[in-house]
C-alpha cells in the first residue's frame, strides 16, 4: 500500500496552499495547488452560500508509487463515503509504468491517498480460495491415466478492474477484480519413473472474478465469481450499492447452488454466508402460488439491515408488473408499492412502472422514479419520495409517499461555471435519484430548451436540499456539460460528467463526480450542498 501525504481540506476559509482548496468568492487570483492545478470562479456571495466546490484529484496528479514521475492520467466513477472519504479506479502514467500495472484502485482521505490495490499487483494474503479448485482447470481437470496433480503453492494477482467502487462510512473499499494467479503444480506419475514429481510455475489468467474488500487496509475477497470450479459460489454478481460493514453486504448475483441451475437473485449477509432474499423465477411470498419474480434491480440496505429492490413478478393470472419490495433485518418480504398503489399528487393515478432502482437512507426514506397512470392531473410520472415505517414484526410498510418533481418540471440552468442561464429549460429526462440522512435527493438528467444543444450542454447533476423550515422542492444545478472551469489558468470546457449516484452522495452533502474535458483531461470534484434558510 502506497501513501500520497496531501493536506486536509479546510472548510471553514480559503487557502492557496491547500491543495484539495474550496473554490470560494474571495479567490481572485490564480495560486498553484499541488504544484499543478489553479481554479478560479466567480460567483455571487448567495451562489456561494448553497454550494462549495472542491477538487479531489486531477489529470497530472503526482502520485508516489516509488518513482517521482508517476501521474494520474484518468479516472472510473468516484464513491464516497458519509465521512468525506472518496474511492475510485485510476490510471497512471510515467517511468516504469505499462499497460500491464497502470491499473489502481485508490481510497482517498483527508491526509492520505492510498493505493488498495494495482493490476499485476500480488493479492495480499488474505486472498481466500480452495487449492484444489486450480485443479478443476484444464489441462490438470483430466489428468492423463497414471499422472496426479498437487498444488503446493501459489501467488494469486490483480489484473482487470471493474469501473465502479464502493466505500463505506468505516472506509472499507468493495471492488470487483479478474484475478490470475502462478501456481506450483506437483506432478507425479505412476509407477513412478526414474525422475521425481516435478514442479512447474503455471500461469492461469483469467482463474476468476473476485469481489474484495479491505479490512484494515488490507484487501480480501468476498466471492469468488466462478461456480464452475467453486459449485455454489457466485457465477456473477453486481457490485453492493451499500456496503454497511463486511457483516451486511447486499447485491444481485447468479449461483448455481446444489444442482439446482442457474439462480439470479438478491442475496444479503457476510461473505461466503449469503443468503438468497428473492430469486428470479422462484416464488414471491405473500403472493398467490404460481407468482414468481422475473426480474430484479439492484438493491440498496439501510443501518438496520432492510434490503429494498424493485422487482418485476408474474403470475399465472396476471400480468406482469412492477413493485417495490422491502425484505426486514430477518428476510421477510413486504410489498411497499404494488399496481394498485396511489401515487400521490397525480389526481389518485397509480404506480404503472418502476423506473429507477430504489435509494433508502439509513433511516428509511426512499427515493425513486416511476411513471403514472389513470391521473386526472396532467403528470405522467416523476421522482418519488416516501418513508419506510418498521411495524412491531420489522417490516418495511410505506408511509408519506409524495411526488417531489414531476417530469418535465422546470430545470435551473446557472451554476457557478455556466456562462449564462437557459431561461425556459426543462428536464426530458432523469435518472436514478439518491436519497441521504439528511433528506438531500441528488439525480442527473438531460434538459431541452432553447439555447440547449443535445451531446454539449444537455446533461447535468441537480440537488433537492432540504430547507429548514421544510423541503424546498426547486432542483438545486450542481454542474452542466457546456460548463467552464478555469484550471491551472486557463479555461476548460466540461464534455462529459461521469456520476454514479447510488455511490456518489454522502450523509454530509457532499456529491462527488468525474469530469472529462474538450482537452482530454479529467478530473474528481466535490460538492458540498449547504441547506437553505
Not at 457490485?239 to 446444489?258: D, S
Not at 442457474?262 to 402460488?289: C, H, K, M, Q
Not at 434490503?307 to 433485518?329: D, E, K, M, R
Amino acid at each position: 500500500m502506497v501513501l500520497y501525504n496531501i493536506m486536509s481540506p479546510n472548510l471553514a476559509a480559503f487557502s492557496c496552499n491547500n491543495p484539495l482548496r474550496l473554490i470560494f468568492p474571495s479567490a481572485l487570483s490564480a495560486c498553484v495547488a499541488f504544484g499543478l492545478v489553479s481554479m478560479v470562479v466567480p460567483m455571487s456571495s448567495a451562489e456561494a452560500q448553497r454550494i462549495a466546490y472542491q477538487r479531489v484529484a486531477l489529470t497530472g496528479m503526482r502520485t508516489d508509487v516509488g518513482v517521482a514521475t508517476v501521474r494520474v492520467g484518468s479516472f472510473g466513477p468516484p464513491a464516497i463515503s458519509s465521512s468525506g472519504a472518496v474511492a475510485y479506479r485510476s490510471i497512471i502514467y510515467g517511468q516504469g509504468v505499462t499497460a500491464n500495472n497502470a491499473d489502481t484502485i485508490v481510497r482517498q482521505r483527508a491526509r492520505s491517498i492510498e493505493v488498495i490495490a494495482r493490476r499485476f499487483g500480488r493479492v495480499p494474503a488474505g486472498f481466500v480460495t480452495n487449492p484444489d479448485m486450480i485443479l478443476r482447470k484444464e489441462p490438470y481437470s483430466n489428468p492423463p491415466a497414471g499422472t496426479s496433480y498437487a498444488v503446493v503453492g501459489y501467488f494469486p494477482y490483480y489484473t482487470d478492474f471493474d469501473s465502479q467502487v464502493a466505500i463505506n462510512d468505516a472506509g472499507e473499499v468493495a471492488f470487483s477484480n479478474t484475478t490470475g494467479l502462478n501456481a506450483f503444480i506437483r506432478t507425479t506419475v505412476t509407477p513412478a519413473p526414474p525422475a521425481p514429481p516435478t514442479v512447474t510455475i503455471t500461469e492461469i489468467n483469467p482463474f476468476a472474478d473476485i469481489l474484495y474488500y479491505t479490512q484494515g487496509g488490507t484487501p480480501t475477497s468476498a466471492i469468488i465469481k466462478d461456480w464452475a470450479y467453486d459449485p455454489g459460489a457466485m457465477n456473477n454478481y453486481e457490485l453492493p450499492v451499500n456496503l454497511y460493514g463486511v457483516e451486511n453486504m447486499v447485491f444481485i448475483g447468479t449461483r448455481q447452488p446444489g444442482g439446482l441451475g442457474e439462480s439470479t437473485g438478491i442475496y444479503n449477509g457476510t461473505p461466503f454466508t449469503f443468503r438468497a432474499l428473492a430469486v428470479v423465477d422462484r416464488p414471491v411470498a405473500g403472493l398467490p402460488i404460481g407468482t414468481t419474480f422475473s426480474d430484479l434491480e439492484l438493491p440498496g440496505i439501510n443501518y438496520g439491515g432492510i434490503v429494498s429492490t424493485n422487482a418485476t413478478v408474474n403470475g399465472p393470472n396476471s400480468a406482469l408488473f412492477q413493485g417495490i419490495w422491502n425484505y426486514s433485518a430477518d428476510g421477510e418480504p413486504n410489498l411497499f408499492i404494488g399496481p394498485t398503489t396511489l401515487a400521490p399528487d397525480t389526481g389518485n393515478g397509480t404506480f404503472s412502472d418502476i423506473t429507477s432502482r430504489v435509494s433508502m437512507n439509513p433511516s428509511g426514506q426512499m427515493a425513486f422514479t416511476a411513471t403514472v397512470a389513470d391521473g386526472a392531473l396532467p403528470v405522467s410520472g416523476g421522482i418519488f419520495v416516501g418513508r419506510l415505517r418498521v411495524d412491531g414484526l420489522n417490516r418495511g410498510i410505506p408511509n408519506n409517499i409524495s411526488l417531489l418533481m414531476p417530469d418535465g418540471a422546470i430545470a435551473p440552468t446557472k451554476t457557478v461555471f455556466s456562462p449564462s442561464e437557459i431561461t425556459d429549460a426543462r428536464f426530458s429526462t432523469v435518472s436514478q435519484p439518491t436519497v441521504n440522512a439528511r433528506g438531500t435527493v441528488v439525480f442527473s438528467g438531460t434538459i431541452s430548451g432553447t439555447g440547449v444543444e443535445a451531446g454539449r450542454n444537455d446533461t447535468g447533476i441537480w440537488a433537492i436540499v432540504p430547507r429548514a423550515a421544510g423541503v424546498d422542492r426547486t432542483p438545486k444545478p450542481i454542474i452542466r456539460t457546456g460548463d467552464r472551469i478555469r484550471i491551472d489558468g486557463r479555461m476548460q470546457t466540461v464534455g462529459v460528467i461521469t456520476f454514479e449516484p447510488m455511490y456518489a452522495l454522502s450523509n454530509r452533502n457532499e456529491v462527488v463526480f468525474t469530469v472529462t474535458f474538450l482537452n482530454g483531461t479529467s478530473g474528481i470534484f466535490k460538492a458540498l450542498l449547504l441547506p437553505e434558510a
